[in-house]
């Protein structure tokens, strides 16, 4: 690998232990993907915060690191195992709440930014067209990669903390722009009525390409919301880390100009592949006894929503809307968080119906509108789901 003065001299020392140990495995990483050198980044994002997820393993090695190096470009970490603030509320233990306020401190006294969402772009962290980012919550992976042009590979919790260091990254796949081409067109002709039918997509299509790039031709632009719900799905259900939509996403031209893309596969996409996906999503006939949106983590438009939806009414259940400390400020300053309280939901920040300990508070059944959230609850919450729009879901759990 070609290694730069300054580079050369981090692997050596010159700029403390920490620096050097991060360079060398980044290095050693670079070079089993035989990436030609490294490229600096301008932004890092780190999963691998959730106690349930890493335990004390992940605990002791966040602390160890932050006795050597710190961080001093923009890093934002991924959702935790509780809201911060409320996990006594909420129902979380107190044992759990004190490890995973402890891996965020560790977190902290490297320099990352604890904002814990997995939406950092709708906070602030909002790369450019083609710059270089080192990301690891595969959702956001596919949104900065798909509708933001920026360049990401999929990387571990580890891998992007590493770079976030040393502000680097090895140069391999996302980042090279040959590399970014679609691998197969699916012709989706259907008129989308709601984010559970883009969610599907997402997951059927996620099944059939794995990490290829899919190129989508879809009737309409389906807005920013979607767009994410899309690649949250496409990365759960396979492991896409960048997808094209034509007209919509910033690179959509570049493939469809590409002098491979007339020899690529097409893939039909009808109305009963949309439905059936749908349906398959849901594991049970009960009605939730927890309504859990935002996944990813709500924008202040999708809170808007639910907040318009629920003026005046009384809900039955519980009702977690999930989403970043700030966006709940953002809810509070506008009167959503008040109206949502009032109708007896939640605005849960810092974490998900996913890497929370849910499991643990007495819930049998979830209502969904993500299509991520439905394929991962039934294993990593060992509870049934309900898949279905933000509207329909609501609807089941008013008085
Ligand atoms: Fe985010 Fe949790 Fe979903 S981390 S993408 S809300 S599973």
Request: glycine residues 8%; charged residues 25%; proline residues 3%.
């Amino acid at each position: 690998m070609q290694l730069t003065k300054y580079e050369e001299d981090m692997i050596n020392g010159e700029y403390g232990e920490g620096k050097a140990e991060c360079m060398e495995i980044l290095v050693s990483l670079g070079k089993i993907y035989d990436a030609e050198k490294m490229v600096p980044i301008t932004s890092a994002q780190v999963s691998g915060v959730s106690y349930k997820t890493i335990g004390d393993a992940g605990l002791d090695f966040v602390v160890d690191l932050g006795k050597k190096a710190d961080i001093s470009l923009e890093c934002m970490l991924n959702p935790a195992g509780v809201d911060i603030e409320n996990w006594k509320e909420l129902g979380f233990s107190e044992e759990f709440a004190k490890k995973q306020i402890d891996i965020i401190k560790g977190y902290e006294s490297i320099g990352v930014m604890s904002t814990c969402t997995c939406t950092p772009y709708l906070i602030g962290n909002t790369p450019l067209l083609n710059d270089h980012i080192a990301w690891s919550e595969s959702s956001a992976v596919c949104y900065a990669n798909s509708v933001i042009g920026a360049r990401t590979n999929r990387e571990g919790g580890p891998s992007a903390l590493l770079a976030a260091i040393v502000g680097r990254t090895p140069y391999y796949a996302n980042h090279i722009k040959e590399n970014r081409k679609a691998d197969i067109i699916f012709n989706v002709d259907y008129d989308f009525n709601n984010e559970a039918e883009i969610g599907a997509l997402g997951y059927y299509v996620g099944q059939i390409v794995n990490d290829k790039k899919p190129y989508f031709k879809l009737n309409g632009n389906p807005g920013r919301n979607n767009l994410k719900l899309l690649g949250a799905a496409l990365a759960s259900s396979g492991a896409v880390s960048l997808y094209h939509a034509e007209g919509i996403t910033p690179e959509s031209e570049f493939a469809r100009n590409h002098d491979n893309f007339e020899e690529l596969e097409v893939v039909e996409v009808d109305s009963s592949i949309i439905k059936d996906n749908v349906e398959g999503l849901t594991t049970t006939d009960k009605t939730p006894d927890l309504v859990c949106l935002g996944c990813p983590h709500a924008s202040i438009t999708e809170i808007q929503k639910v907040a318009n939806i629920l003026k005046g009414k009384r809900l039955s259940k519980d009702l977690w809307i999930c989403t970043s400390r700030a966006t709940k400020s953002i809810a509070d300053q506008c009167g959503y968080l008040d109206i949502i309280e009032q109708a007896g939901g939640k605005i849960v920040s810092d974490t998900c119906m996913v890497v929370a300990p849910v499991e643990d508070l007495n819930y049998e059944v979830i209502g969904v509108n993500s299509a991520k959230a439905a394929n991962y609850v039934p294993n990593m919450c060992k509870l049934d789901v309900v898949y279905d729009t933000c509207e329909n879901l609501i609807d089941m759990i008013i008085k």
